[in-house]
Structure formats: structure tokens, C-alpha cells
């Protein structure tokens, strides 16, 4: 089915993005004092960065979009990002703070808000697709 397909498109997309994620993270923290002391804000930028490339992605692949009004999509899309990259930092500093390693706290975080930005996007940012 159609679902199943953006779904699975979705997943893989979601993956390639957080991994890259990560890798922009893990290179920030580990090879740079600076971002290992503000880890907080290396996750941020690296949340930016991998949710930019995941917009297009899903624009053209995932849900094959064809509406013309990129613009629009993208403030909902940035909206979404804002409102569950607060949630997924909240819970990444509660985490790290309860000492849990760093690396995993992000994986919990990642699968948790991967599923909740599918229905997200899905919903309301590329609506009716």
C-alpha cells in the first residue's frame, strides 16, 4: 500500500538523516573542547542540519509532494522540528543529567520523535499525500 511505502521510505530516510545526525554530533563533541562542553548546543546543530536535508527528502520521495507552496509546508515543517527537538533535547539533558551515556540518550530520543514527526508530517505538514 501506499502508507506502507511512506512508511518504509520514511524509516530509511529517518535513518540516513539521524545518522548523519550523529556523525555531525560525534565529530563536534569528540574532536572539539568547545562542543563537548556546550554538547547541548552540538546536538542542536546537529538536529538543524540532518532535519533540513530530511524536508527535501521527504518533500520528494516519502510523500511525493507536488504542492507549490513549498514556502508554507516549510514553516509547518520547522514548526514540527521546533516543537519535538524541544521535547527530544528535554528529554536527551534529562537523560545525560540521570547519567545515562550520551550516545544512547540519543537513541532513545531518535525512535521515540522519528515516529512522532512520521504522523506529523504525514497529518498536517504534507497533508493529504
Excluded at 37 to 54: H, M, P, Q, R, V
Excluded at 56 to 61: A, G, P, Q, T
Amino acid at each position: 500500500t501506499e502508507l506502507g511505502r511512506q512508511m518504509i521510505y520514511y524509516f530509511i530516510a529517518g535513518s540516513i538523516c539521524t545518522l548523519f545526525d550523529f556523525a555531525v554530533y560525534f565529530f563536534l563533541t569528540r574532536f572539539f573542547n568547545f562542543w563537548q562542553a556546550y554538547y547541548e548546543w552540538a546536538n542542536i546543530i546537529a538536529l538543524i542540519i540532518s532535519a533540513t536535508i530530511f524536508f527535501l527528502w521527504s518533500k520528494k520521495i516519502v510523500f511525493k509532494n507536488q504542492e507549490k507552496k513549498i514556502f508554507w509546508q516549510y514553516v509547518k515543517f520547522w514548526i514540527m522540528v521546533i516543537v519535538t527537538t524541544l521535547i527530544y533535547q528535554w528529554f536527551f539533558v534529562l537523560l545525560v543529567h540521570a547519567n545515562f551515556y550520551d550516545l544512547l540518550a540519543k537513541v532513545f530520543c531518535a525512535i521515540i520523535i522519528l515516529f512522532v514527526r512520521f504522523i506529523t508530517n504525514k497529518f498536517w505538514v504534507f497533508a493529504g499525500q
